[in-house]
């Protein structure tokens, strides 16, 4: 495993050694069963172990009520924006969504092909710096739910509240920060988040439903595209992505075996008081987001020489640092520093920055 590099990147993101050394295990021959980890059929006992060990660690660690729903899909958080919707919603019904960045524009986009979804919050002209707090909006009387984005990937800006939603039902896109912050599963009808980001590879999606979720879908839709499906069969109606369901159950492993969730919002909280910290401390650094907002998992920021950026940039990747570059809906440098990062790296990050201000201030 040698030549890694400290790997900031916003996703897919580092994952724990352990885990990247019991996939590697595992990839000529998952569990003493002679097949390979990528070779084995979704249908065998040995597999069907895999998926009930992932589900029943992903409702220890997240505390998931006991009559909740959970499931392993496909098609990212991307397909979750309109799948959520085609479920829940029904023509002409308004859902309200809190725009608080770039996924939560993209979910809004997808759920108003469906019903009548509007922002009751909208983030951009404030260059999404801020999420709201409960008072800046006013929950629809006839919406059905209320849609929120807990972690904002792009902008590194992170609710550290549970957002009022008029007593309305909550759905929750938690893809980047989910298993790293506190979460109240029960508070929450629907949520979803990829696994690329804190809890595995791209390519499975975790959707956690209420009772009244699944009540609600709807009939006759798409098998594909209808939670009640996947929910009958155990999230095997057709074949999943049996690889990222096995590193996801390590990702969660891991967890366990690290404090569970306690241990994990202890280790995130850390590692972004650390680098807040560093960033405070000087002019030289402009962080993008506001106090109040600043995300754990996606720290953003400017130089204040903004000449400087492309600099930082390639004398970080010298230095053996990754993915440090922001986006470019905000530009300068983003540390994603997802559950898998471990706080050696945000130590060398700071090292590297105090040198690269001496030499550059
Ligand atoms: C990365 C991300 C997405 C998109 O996920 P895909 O799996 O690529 O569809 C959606 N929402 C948030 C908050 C994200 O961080």
Same mark, same amino acid.
């Given at each position: 495993m040698s030549g890694r590099i400290h790997n900031f990147g916003a996703g897919p993101a580092v994952l724990p050694l352990s885990v990247v050394e019991a996939v590697s295990d595992a990839l000529p021959n998952l569990m003493g069963s002679g097949f390979g980890l990528c070779e084995i &059929?979704?249908? &065998?006992a040995t597999f069907q172990s895999v998926v009930d060990s992932a589900m029943e660690r992903v409702r220890r660690v997240l505390s998931v009520p006991a009559d909740y729903t959970v499931l392993f899909l496909q098609g990212g958080a991307s397909l979750q924006f309109y799948m959520t919707t085609l479920n829940i919603l029904r023509e002409g019904e308004e859902a309200d969504y809190l725009v608080t960045g770039g996924w939560a524009q993209k979910a809004l986009k997808e759920a108003a092909r469906v019903g009548d979804a509007s922002a009751i919050w909208d983030g951009a002209e404030n260059g999404f710096k801020s999420v709201p707090s409960d008072d800046d909006y006013t929950v629809r009387e006839n919406a059905v739910y209320t849609h929120y984005t807990s972690n904002n990937t792009l902008y590194g800006t992170q609710y550290h509240h549970l957002p009022d939603s008029g007593g309305k039902p909550r759905i929750l896109?938690? !893809? &980047?920060d989910i298993a790293g912050v506190p979460l109240d599963?029960? /508070?929450?009808?629907i949520i979803y988040a990829g696994a690329q980001k804190n809890l595995g590879p791209s390519g499975v999606t975790l959707v956690i439903l209420s009772p009244w979720a699944m009540a609600r879908c709807g009939d006759n839709l798409p098998s594909m595209l209808d939670y009640n499906v996947h929910a009958s069969k155990g !999230?095997?109606?057709?074949?999943?992505?049996t690889f990222g369901i096995f590193v996801l159950d390590q990702v969660f492993k891991w967890l366990e075996d690290n404090g569970g969730l306690e241990g994990s919002i202890a280790r995130n909280q850390a590692k972004a008081n650390l680098l807040y910290q560093e960033l405070d401390r000087s002019d030289f650094w402009a962080p993008h987001a506001e106090m109040n907002s600043r995300s754990v998992m996606n720290v953003t920021w400017r130089l /204040?020489?903004?000449?400087l950026e492309a600099v930082f940039l390639e004398e970080s990747a010298a230095a053996g640092m990754g993915g440090l570059k922001g986006h470019r809906s905000v530009g300068g440098i983003r540390a994603s520093l997802y559950n898998g990062c471990p706080l050696d790296s945000v130590v060398a990050l700071i090292a590297f920055m105090q040198d690269f201000e001496a030499r550059h201030a």
């Open positions: &059929s979704h249908r &065998s896109d938690a !893809s &980047s599963v029960g /508070a929450h009808e !999230s095997l109606f057709n074949t999943p992505n /204040a020489n903004q000449d």
